[in-house]
């Protein structure tokens, strides 16, 4: 699982100006040249990347990223729909999962009796642990059943004057797919937000609560404001990785090419698509434009992680002044 | 009076805010706790069925007649994650060592910051990524299967290491190099031992973690003869892509076939993670003896 460091950086060399040794030579050699390596891997990933998707960056240019077509016969490929399903889906997700993992979080730093918190500490770790395809065997199996025969026709009948909701028909759907990335993001929020609340120093906390303040309103004075910074990092990351899953995504969403606001209709992902395209691609250029939906990916998560890294470093340092 | 009432009604809607946020934060715990049940349990109820012996001694055939199981994608997905982590093991290990030890400034910042990069690609990403630089022109293979889990890996272990070595008191380094050790002494014969602990812990959760993965291996072991297959320079079946395939199948025992694929995958990612588990308070414990 992706993590953010939330503990101080601990520098670790106080001894330097020592006469260098053979085998120090050799350590350091190997070890600078891993770490040397992982560079050079993450932009051999660039590279290849860019270079598998160039047919169709020539081709079609950056018009691609939000031209809506998916046509092998007349070969006329684009982005749009998929990253219109891409966005929708990691967007409600996330909007589903903060409140819920923030709530689980709070529970596991401030709320739970000492036996249970292990227990279910691990249990939320678990839940994070499940692979994707076996998350998505069981929402296109288990999950997309129940909820096109009970939860879609409720909410279409209690909500339906809004076009989001329209009628439902298909257990393969954009909102499942909702649901199910909202699982599989749920655990990486909470377990780092969780990290995160258990960091706020204690003279805070019970200073607030000295002051007459009810747990909650502690809660919403000290231990939010204190970790904003790191929470909204994890929120970025979660939606990293939402935007990335392809496997579960590919199972549940259904396999449709177009633009529509019903979530009770199939849908697609840019993700998903890839996978459900792998075999059998009729022409390179075909290829070379999932090759491309695998670029955009791969820029919107280095962006999405970076972003991450920046918001963490500057809570980090604002921390640093008021504290 | 009515002042004092007042107040009274104020505290009690702030006791009552409290309350109803306090649920939630159960509510929502209990949620967690929910779902990953349910899907535990659909999972062993539907594989549960399955699990017999001609699932680990008869492999999976497209089209194929007659008993059929999925020893093949056992065998494979054992194949390319033993790849996988002989691959990411002693490079995650280097670099977290060059990190933690020898590293200074800009150069360690941008190493840890390239690991949290490489973290964060998509694993379907990846999978295109090895396409690319060895599918292409050669040919699917379980070597090239276990490079695309390997670069999954690798930000795991190295970041776990790193965070054990960062638990190891200076205090010690201080010892072995004040009794005359050279560094790479005092890093190999002294450090390390200490957190061979947390690194198996790290390495295990990330072998874990990447036995599960489907995405990196469409496009590099997903051309898979029928029958057994041990030679990785061949494309390999393995338990999540077998899985995956068969939900496209129109016939219900493939379903179950998928199902009881899914029970032994979860078993194994439970089994080892609480393998970690142990393995995480042992060394904890060990480190901070050494450390008094």
């Known amino acids: ?323 | 009076m009515s002042v004092l009432t007042g107040r009274d009604d104020h505290l009690r809607r702030r006791r009552f805010v409290n309350r109803v946020m306090e649920l939630l934060a159960w509510l929502a715990a209990a949620l967690a706790v929910a779902i990953l049940g349910i899907v535990i349990f659909s999972v062993a109820k539907k594989g549960l069925s399955q699990l017999n012996l001609d699932l680990f001694t008869k492999p999976l055939q497209l089209y194929g007649t007659g008993p059929q199981g999925l020893a093949n994608a056992f065998v494979g997905s054992l194949i390319i994650v033993g790849i996988a982590t002989a691959m990411a093991l002693p490079v995650g290990i280097l670099i977290a060592i060059y990190v933690n030890e020898y590293a200074h400034g800009a150069v360690r910042n941008s190493v840890r910051l390239t690991l949290d990069v490489l973290a964060g690609v998509p694993a379907i990403v990846i999978g295109f990524f090895v396409f690319e630089l060895i599918v292409v022109g050669h040919q699917q293979s379980g070597y090239a299967a276990g490079f695309a889990l390997a670069v999954l890996m690798l930000p795991l272990v190295s970041r776990s290491t790193m965070e054990v070595l960062a638990l190891v008191p200076d205090s010690l380094r201080e010892a072995a190099l004040g009794v005359g050790a050279p560094r790479w002494r005092t890093t190999l014969g002294v450090v390390l031992p200490q957190t061979i602990g947390g690194v198996l812990t790290g390495a295990v959760l990330a072998v874990a973690r990447v036995a599960g993965e489907t995405a990196p291996l469409l496009f590099t072991s997903s051309l898979v003869a029928s029958g057994m297959q041990y030679n990785p320079a061949k494309p390999l079946l393995t338990v999540p892509l077998a899985i995956y395939e068969l939900t496209d199948s129109d016939n219900p025992s493939d379903y179950a076939r998928a199902w009881a694929g899914a029970l032994v995958l979860i078993l194994f990612i439970l089994f080892v993670s609480l393998t970690a588990r142990w393995l995480a308070t042992r060394s904890r414990r060990k480190i901070q003896r050494a450390g008094r």
């Open chain 1, 1 to 323: 699982m992706t993590s953010l460091d939330v503990s101080p950086d601990a520098a670790r060399r106080p001894f330097s100006g020592r006469r260098m040794h053979l085998g120090d030579l050799i350590l350091q050699g190997l070890a600078g040249l891993a770490a040397l390596g992982s560079l050079v891997l993450v932009g051999l990933i660039a590279w290849k990347v860019i270079q598998g998707s160039r047919l169709a960056l020539s081709t079609f240019g950056l018009p691609f990223i939000w031209h809506v077509a998916w046509d092998p016969v007349h070969n006329q490929f684009g982005a749009g729909s998929f990253l219109f399903g891409t966005v929708v889906t990691s967007v409600a997700a996330l909007v589903i999962a903060t409140p819920i993992a923030i709530g689980i979080a709070l529970f596991l730093s401030e709320l739970a009796p000492r036996g249970i918190r292990g227990p279910v500490t691990a249990l939320v770790e678990t839940l994070a642990a499940i692979p994707s395809v076996v998350i998505g065997l069981w929402g296109l199996l288990v999950l997309a059943p129940v909820l096109r025969d009970d939860v879609d026709p409720a909410l279409h009948s209690a909500l339906g004057f809004i076009p989001l909701f329209g009628k439902a028909s298909y257990g393969s759907n954009v909102f499942t797919a909702i649901v199910v990335l909202t699982i599989m993001i749920l655990p990486i929020i909470a377990s780092i937000s969780r990290e995160l609340y258990l960091g706020v120093p204690p003279e805070l906390k019970e200073g607030a609560i000295a002051l007459g303040t009810t747990r909650w309103e502690m809660i919403r004075g000290v231990v939010f404001p204190y970790t904003r910074g790191g929470v909204a990092a994890a929120m970025i990351l979660g939606y990293g990785r939402a935007i990335g899953e392809a496997i579960a995504v590919a199972l549940v969403i259904g396999s449709f090419t177009g633009i529509s606001a019903n979530i009770f209709k199939p849908g697609n992902t840019l993700a998903a698509w890839i996978a459900q395209n792998y075999a059998g691609l009729p022409s390179a250029l075909a290829l070379s434009s999932l090759i491309y939906f695998a670029l955009i990916l791969l820029v919107f998560s280095i962006l999405v992680n970076l972003l991450a890294q920046f918001i963490v470093r500057r809570s980090a340092r604002a921390q640093g002044l008021t504290r």
